[in-house]
Each structure stands twice: as structure tokens, then as C-alpha cells.
């Protein structure tokens, strides 16, 4: 059973930063892409960022240069540092995995809530 548990939620001034972790039991991070994506007030949710197997990286254009995915194959886990935070990236943030390839994401996370205030 694949399991993945976000942690790092919090409410920060813009212009800060946050980390955002997302445990990962079940599986080996290290030989599927993993992904975080948001959704903000009132919006559809977005993919954020993707790593893949092989650690090449993805980013929306509205994160570009600010925020990064990460991951650390000892400790089974994903990271999401954000920096240079706006009021708009206030949305809740989920991890999700790609277990079974192709373009679906199959496994979620319950979602953190990030609040950046202006």
C-alpha cells in the first residue's frame, strides 16, 4: 500500500520561505516521478513541480526560480523548498506519485495548507 503524508504547513509573510515534505511509504521514491501540485482558492489545482527517476525537474512558470523539488532516496522522501513567497501561492499543496506510468498521477497525499500573507 502505497502511503504519502505531507508535512510543512504554515501561514508566512511574502517574501519568505517554506519547506514542504512529503513522506513516502510503500514504494522507492527514487525509481518513479513524484510531483506536487496546489490548489488555490476558487481554482483548479495546478501541477507545481515534478521530479523524475532520474531527477530531471519540471516547474510552472509562475514558481520558476523560486521554488524547487527535491528528494532524498535514504529517507523515502520529497521536498518542496519554496522561496521569494507571493500571496497568490497561497493554495493547499499536494503530493502526489506515479506509480503505474504514463501521465496519471495514482497515489495522493491529503494536502497542506500554505498561507502566505501580504
Known amino acids: 500500500q502505497v502511503r504519502l503524508v505531507e508535512a510543512g504547513a504554515g501561514l508566512v509573510q511574502a517574501g519568505g520561505s517554506l519547506r514542504l515534505s512529503c513522506a513516502v511509504s510503500?514504494?522507492?521514491?527514487?525509481?518513479?516521478?513524484m510531483a506536487w501540485y496546489r490548489r488555490a482558492p476558487g481554482k483548479q489545482r495546478e501541477l507545481v513541480a515534478l521530479?523524475?527517476?532520474?531527477?530531471?525537474?519540471n516547474y510552472a512558470d509562475s514558481v520558476k526560480g523560486r521554488f524547487t523539488i527535491s528528494r532524498d532516496n535514504a529517507k523515502n522522501t520529497v521536498y518542496l523548498q519554496m522561496n521569494s513567497l507571493k500571496p497568490e501561492d497561497t493554495a493547499v499543496y499536494y503530493c502526489?506519485?506515479?506509480?503505474?506510468?504514463?501521465?496519471?498521477?495514482?497515489?495522493w497525499g491529503e494536502g497542506t495548507l500554505v498561507t502566505v500573507s501580504s
Open positions: 521530479i523524475t527517476r532520474f531527477r530531471d525537474t
Open positions: 502526489a506519485a506515479n506509480t503505474r506510468g504514463g501521465n496519471v498521477m495514482d497515489y
Open positions: 510503500g514504494i522507492s521514491v527514487s525509481i518513479i516521478p
